[in-house]
C-alpha cells in the first residue's frame, strides 16, 4: 500500500446546536466542579456583601450609592453589577448556567478591574494602603477562572450537565 492510499479515519466533530442546551453542555470533568465550585464560594460573600450588608458589606443602596457617587457608574448598571456579583455566584454552586455566570462575572471583574489600575498590580497585603486601594492581580485571577467555565462549562455534579444530557 503507498502513503498516497492510506486514509485515516478521524473522529468528526459532533456539531451542537445553538439552542440552549448548546450553552448547557458541559463534559464530565471533576476539575471543572472544583473550579466552579470554587470560584462560587469565593465570589458569594462578596455579592451578599454588596447586596444584602452581610460580612460588613454596605448592601444594595450603599453600594449603588458607592458605585454612582464615587465610580461614577450609570444606576442601572451598578444595580446590574450587584445583581450578577449575588446571583451569578449562586448559579454557579448549583451548576445552573455556569457558562452564562462565567461571561458575566468575567465582565464584571474586567470592569472592576478598570478601577484598580491606579493602584498598580499587587494587592494591599501588607495592609499599608486604604481600604480599597488594591490593585489589580485578583481580578485578573478571577478573569481567567470565569473565562474557563464560560468555555468548558460546569463540569460534572452540575444541573447543566443533567439537562444537557436529557436534552440530548
Known amino acids: 500500500m503507498s502513503a498516497s492510499t492510506v486514509t485515516i479515519d478521524a473522529p468528526r466533530p459532533t456539531v451542537r446546536s445553538r439552542s440552549w442546551t448548546g450553552v448547557l453542555h458541559t463534559d464530565a470533568s471533576a476539575w471543572q466542579t472544583v473550579l466552579r465550585l ?4 469565593v465570589m458569594l460573600p462578596h455579592g451578599a456583601q454588596h447586596l444584602l450588608g452581610f460580612f460588613g458589606g454596605s ?3 450603599g ?3 458607592w458605585m454612582t457617587g464615587t465610580l461614577g457608574f450609570p444606576a442601572p448598571l451598578a444595580a446590574a453589577a450587584i445583581l450578577v ?3 451569578a455566584p449562586a448559579a454557579l454552586i448549583v451548576g445552573l448556567g455556569s457558562r452564562v455566570a462565567g461571561f458575566l462575572l468575567a465582565v464584571l471583574m474586567a470592569t472592576a478591574a478598570t478601577t484598580h489600575g491606579a ?3 499587587f494587592m494591599n497585603w501588607s495592609a499599608t494602603l486604604p ?3 488594591e490593585g489589580f492581580e485578583y481580578h485578573l485571577l478571577a478573569i481567567a477562572v470565569a473565562l474557563t467555565i464560560m468555555i468548558r462549562g460546569g463540569g460534572a455534579l452540575s444541573v447543566d450537565r443533567i439537562l444537557s444530557r436529557r436534552a440530548e
Not at 470554587?38 to 464560594?41: C, H, I, N
Open 59 to 61: 448592601g444594595f443602596e
Open 38 to 41: 470554587t470560584f462560587g464560594a
Open 119 to 121: 493602584n498598580g498590580f
Open 131 to 133: 481600604a480599597g486601594s
Open 63 to 65: 453600594t449603588l450609592r
Open 85 to 87: 456579583e449575588a446571583v
